[in-house]
């Protein structure tokens, strides 16, 4: 690995390659084959002037999509290693990304500790919106399935779900025993559930609509970082601390 802490990783769409980047600034993509040995044929396709916290495949193998703490994004051509258009309008780290479902692909949304989510047109590099609300760092960002709205999670205990077309806020997922932050959100296929993971070691199931908190996935020993509903919908992935993946199904 290019550096000792990864703070990010993603699978191009082809499944061929593989990225990852973190305190070295850089964002590496490493090939994929039983061939040869990965790490020889590594790449660095982009750097940073500070940590790379996320980083995704938008559409294909041909770019990549990084948020970094130096309070912007970027797209990189992976086959030339260039920077083809940079995102500025965070005014803290960003550390969180997410690429909006539609056909088109050419919005995505980045949220980070300047306690806002923005969305972004690819194309032009301009912020399109902004949403506030959350009282602290927001660690993670998701679209909802139908590309309509956005869910967060904050250090400030909450989820919060934003709708794009209303422009505003439309719900807040917390309940007052809840004092931890939350690290990673993903929502079921059909976007009812919103499944939330926190430091307290613990997964909340919320339902989207009533904001009422469905149950509690007990099972890590730490805190639960990251979370990914399965492309069939019928398992959920968590990533801890603990060193240990729990699949619930």
Request: hydrophobic share 35%; charged share 20%.
């Amino acid at each position: 690995m290019p550096t000792t802490w990864v703070m990010a990783c993603a699978y191009a769409p082809s499944g061929n390659m593989v990225a990852c980047g973190g305190l070295d600034n850089k964002v590496t993509v490493y090939p994929l084959s039983f061939e040869e040995d990965a790490s020889s044929k590594k790449r660095a396709i982009g750097t940073h002037t500070s940590y790379m916290s996320c980083c995704l495949f938008p559409n294909s193998d041909q770019q990549i999509l990084t948020g970094s703490g130096d309070s912007t994004c970027a797209l990189w051509d992976v086959e030339c290693a260039q920077l083809l258009q940079s995102f500025h309008g965070h005014g803290g780290d960003v550390m969180s990304l997410d690429l909006c479902p539609s056909e088109t692909g050419n919005t995505f949304v980045s949220a980070g500790c300047d306690r806002q989510a923005l969305l972004w047109d690819m194309r032009t590099g301009q912020c399109v919106q902004s949403f506030e609300g959350h009282e602290s760092d927001i660690n993670t960002v998701k679209f909802y399935p139908s590309g309509d709205a956005i869910a967060t999670g904050s250090d400030d205990s909450t989820c919060r779900l934003f709708d794009l077309r209303a422009d505003r806020e439309v719900a807040v997922y917390s309940k007052q025993s809840i004092i931890f932050g939350v690290n990673s959100v993903d929502f079921s296929i059909s976007g009812r559930f919103l499944f939330a993971g926190y430091n307290d070691y613990t997964v909340n199931v919320w339902d989207t609509l009533k904001c009422v908190r469905l149950t509690i996935l007990y099972g890590h020993e730490n805190r639960v970082t990251c979370l990914k509903v399965s492309p069939d919908g019928t398992a959920l992935s968590t990533g801890s601390w603990d060193f240990t993946l729990r699949i619930w199904a």
